[in-house]
């Protein structure tokens, strides 16, 4: 059964950097279009970056755009989530997602898009 699992979270003060990673077991990545999500506590969950199967486009939330990079390794079948200058209102549970209905697809910020989402890895920037 195919998995995604996050890393890299943690405690990271405003305006520090943390790196995520999200790799894949029963899939390979490469074929697919990935996306970051994130929820917050009482908030709905949002999308914040994607990027094409083969990592050469993205595109980002207009509340992460030039903070956040999001990039991949398809030979080690992992993608990863770079965030700089982190604010406090980045507080939340960051899933990484398969844009799986549609092979070698753009990146996407449409939710509905996604079939496939990890189980999460918690972010919390502290003043």
């Known amino acids: 059964q195919a998995q995604l699992v996050e890393s890299g979270g943690g405690v990271v003060q405003a305006g520090g950097s943390l790196r995520l990673s999200c790799t894949a077991t029963?899939?390979?990545?490469?074929?697919?279009?990935m996306g970051w999500f994130r929820q917050a506590p009482g908030k709905e969950r949002e999308i914040v970056a994607s990027i094409n199967w083969s990592g050469t486009n993205t595109d980002y939330a207009d509340s992460v755009k030039g903070r956040f990079f999001t990039s991949r390794d398809n030979a080690k079948n992992t993608v990863y989530l770079q965030m700089n200058a982190l604010k406090l209102e980045d507080t939340a549970v960051y899933y990484c997602?398969?844009?799986?209905?549609?092979?070698?697809?753009?990146?996407?910020?449409?939710?509905?898009?996604?079939?496939?989402w990890g189980q999460g890895t918690q972010v919390t920037v502290s003043s």
């Open positions: 029963g899939r390979i990545l490469s074929s697919y279009a």
């Open positions: 997602a398969t844009a799986g209905f549609s092979d070698y697809g753009d990146p996407t910020l449409v939710p509905d898009e996604y079939d496939l």
